[in-house]
């Protein structure tokens, strides 16, 4: 079955280290991206990429880093310069920037 | 500007009632829109989408939308509603050219009374 992978489900971090979220995809998508999902604000876009070895800042990526070495994995690193990391965090794919996005199931960070 | 309003964050139905979520979107061009389905502590799924053609657009779960674009709307709708459809639902639009990216709103708590 082609899908969108992304683990851990949960992941728990003490204040000032860095993590690492993973994200794979097997639907041989061009395009990946990474949310940040907080109550009451929807989603917002931290990064994106639209080809191997090249990705963009989304709206938030402050705090934030990613790379896009293979076509199928995406990870994202929550920096500790990223002031309030504590959140769900979504992966998700696309043919190309135009068409719909399929997600991943998610990972919810937690930060103390 | 608000790119994509959904003017309704909860939204209570009993089941068996129809239901109507509201998204209206700003664009003055040409038009992707999507709704999609959150469940509690999962990934979105796609429940349907408008790219072109016919302005009624059917969907999985019994879910439809109807693209207006005088008014620049794309309403979901159900004619019945059970209590798995209890969720999140988030409308969203995207361009055909250029570097726009998918614009979500914030979202519709749709919840089922029994």
């Known amino acids: 079955d082609g899908g969108i992978t992304q683990s851990p489900k949960y992941l728990f971090r003490k204040e000032g280290q860095n993590v690492t979220l993973s994200c794979e995809q097997n639907l041989n998508h061009d395009a990946m991206y990474w949310y940040r999902q907080d109550p009451g604000q929807g989603l917002r876009l931290i990064y994106y990429s639209q080809i191997v070895n090249d990705f963009q800042k989304g709206d938030i990526a402050e705090g934030y880093s990613v790379s896009r070495e293979k076509k199928e994995s995406f990870p994202l690193t929550v920096t500790s310069a990223q002031k309030n990391p504590t959140a769900f965090y979504l992966c998700?794919?696309?043919?190309?920037?135009?068409?719909?996005?399929?997600f991943g199931p998610g990972t919810r960070l937690t930060v103390t | 500007a608000q790119s994509v309003t959904q003017l309704d964050s909860q939204v209570p139905v009993f089941e068996e009632a129809p239901v109507e979520l509201r998204c209206n979107y700003s664009s003055s061009v040409s038009v992707y829109l999507f709704w999609y389905v959150q469940y509690p502590n999962q990934g979105l799924q796609l429940l349907l989408k408008?790219?072109?053609?016919?302005?009624l657009v059917k969907g999985i779960n019994g879910f439809e939308a109807e693209f207006n674009k005088s008014q620049t709307s794309f309403h979901l709708r159900k004619p019945s509603v059970h209590i798995s459809d209890t969720a999140e639902y988030f409308c969203a639009r995207n361009f055909n050219f250029g570097n726009e990216k998918l614009t979500f709103g914030t979202g519709t708590r749709l919840t089922i009374i029994p």
């Open positions: 998700a794919s696309s043919i190309g920037l135009f068409y719909e996005q399929y």
């Open positions: 408008y790219l072109s053609g016919s302005t």
